[in-house]
């Protein structure tokens, strides 16, 4: 027998090691391009949630204000809706942007749950806008405005498969007059 031959199976043992190799190195490299791309992706969804509750919270918080000029809220800073009305529109129009990359990068989960929560500050505003003097009412809006809130962050948390967060609602000393 010819030396090649005798070494042959020597030589496939290395040929079928070094594919196996490559083959083994390509396939973890897929992994983890696969494993960053999504934590990439997870990252950048965080941030637009984030900043979509943040330019709605800017909404919510201008309302207040707007309610305590009016009786219907106890916040300690009273904004007429004359001085809040340009403030008001900034908000809505920072909102925007925030809403475009919710509709791109958010799960329908999270994009439904933010759709409710935005329709509760907008009927906000709209009882704010007609002048309205109804605490009552008006705790009924913040009661459904907080569940928005409340239901968008739970989406947001399974949607990144985060642990479960706090509610947010806790219980306000009675001011004087026995208003929250």
Known sequence: MSTFIQQLPALLGVVIGALG????????????????????????????????ARSLKQSVTLAYRVASHFG?????HP?????????????????????EALLLLGSPE????????????????????????????????LDRQRAGREGYYSAVRADLALPPGHSARWRMPVAPGGQR
């Open 72 to 76: 219907n809220d106890p916040h300690p």
């Open 21 to 52: 190799s490559y083959l083994v190195v390509m396939r973890g490299d897929q992994v983890r391009f696969r494993r960053e791309q999504a934590a990439r992706w997870e990252e950048r969804r965080l941030t637009v949630y984030a900043d979509w």
């Open 110 to 141: 999270v994009v439904d749950r933010a759709r409710a929560w935005v329709v509760v500050v907008l009927e906000m505003e709209e009882f704010l806008r007609a002048g309205r003097r109804d605490p009552g009412a008006w705790q009924v809006l």
């Open 79 to 99: 904004l007429p809706p004359e001085e809040a009305a340009s403030l008001q529109a900034e908000a809505t129009v920072a909102r925007d942007p925030s809403g």
